[in-house]
């Protein structure tokens, strides 16, 4: 318990006070505001497909998170979900959060806010407990919900709960039970869902709209794409002009441009046991691939989001930039002879 206790007072207070400034919009999505830096930029990490107690190299990559944490002096930390295998958490006493998550993940740069959304396999557990506030009092980094909001000034980023989306896991579980409380009837959630983000992505004045969900839309891996992502979810983002969709799911990196819109989709699948050997290419265009373990670092300002994917060993694989410069008309004055 000492032990416990010296890593909570050591956590950053931003975590503690993301929470507290979280706030239900008009939409219903809870609202988390988190501030940019003092020079208006921000820089975070995204991780996903992950809790595996440090094994299939999940300890490395932390490691290599941590370190790159540091240089770019992050903000915060997105996870993709799937944040406990193979069937999520047992209940808010079970001993694979702090295995999995806090005694992982120990960096002094990595105790910042952690942002999570649920995946497939947290789904297979108790969904009520991996959401209860009683894990942030183990842990006050670990904020996660079904689907929300994080605004930070620059950006808004809409998380969204995608596992209810796939038919699938209703009709053909197979071996697996999923925990469907607060969400059955699917029909009916999925609707709410949608419109809620909608309205939500409207009203966002934010220079740059980043959406996150656990399940791909567009992959060349294993899974590939979401045909109930392409129908349901994507015509949202589009008619919304969502900049990025970023995802976990497949255990990869990649980033495939889209080829009848400006939407960028990015994988970060590659936090423990990666799939090696699986590549299914799409209609869309593939610019980056890696079959291995690794994470992402976005550095974003007004002006300019830059993406660069890590291996397992800290190496950068590929690096990729968007500009969306301020256009400004220059004023003209003419002073009369």
Request: with cysteine.
């Amino acid at each position: 318990m000492a032990r416990r206790s010296s890593k909570l007072v050591a956590m950053a207070t931003a975590a503690v006070l993301a929470m507290l400034a979280a706030t239900a919009t008009a939409a219903g999505l809870v609202r988390v505001e988190h501030p940019a830096k003092n020079d208006g930029s921000l820089s975070l990490l995204v991780v996903g497909d992950w809790g595996r107690k440090g094994e299939y190299n999940q300890s490395r990559v932390a490691e290599q998170m941590g370190k790159v944490g540091e240089k770019l002096n992050i903000d915060f930390v997105i996870s993709t979900g799937d944040n406990f295998y193979e069937d999520g958490l047992t209940g808010v006493d079970d001993q694979a959060f702090e295995e999995s998550f806090t005694d992982i993940y120990t960096a002094k740069s990595l105790q910042k806010p952690w942002y999570l959304v649920l995946g497939n396999h947290d789904y297979r557990g108790d969904v009520i407990a991996q959401l209860s506030p009683v894990l942030r009092k183990i842990d006050q980094r670990f904020i996660c919900m079904r689907s929300f909001i994080v605004n930070a000034e620059i950006v808004d980023f809409f998380f969204i709960d995608t596992t209810p989306f796939q038919q699938k896991y209703w009709t053909h579980p197979k071996d697996h039970h999923y925990d469907w409380r607060e969400v059955a009837p699917r029909q009916n959630y999925i609707a709410n869902l949608l419109k809620d983000m909608d309205e939500a992505m409207k009203k966002s004045t934010a220079k740059w709209k980043i959406a996150v969900g656990h399940h791909t839309i567009r992959s060349v891996s294993d899974h590939g794409d979401t045909k109930e992502l392409l129908q349901l979810l994507l015509p949202v983002l589009k008619v919304n002009d969502i900049d990025f969709y970023i995802n976990g799911h497949d255990h990869c990196l990649e980033h495939i441009s889209s080829r009848d819109s400006p939407i960028q989709y990015f994988t970060s699948g590659g936090g423990s046991k990666a799939w090696r050997g699986v590549l299914q290419p799409n209609d869309d265009k593939l610019q980056f691939f890696y079959d291995g373990q690794g994470f992402m670092s976005l550095q974003i300002n007004q002006e300019q989001a830059d993406f660069v994917f890590y291996d397992v060993s800290g190496n950068i694989l590929y690096q990729w930039s968007k500009s969306k410069p301020n256009h400004f008309q220059p004023s003209i004055y003419i002073a009369e002879a």
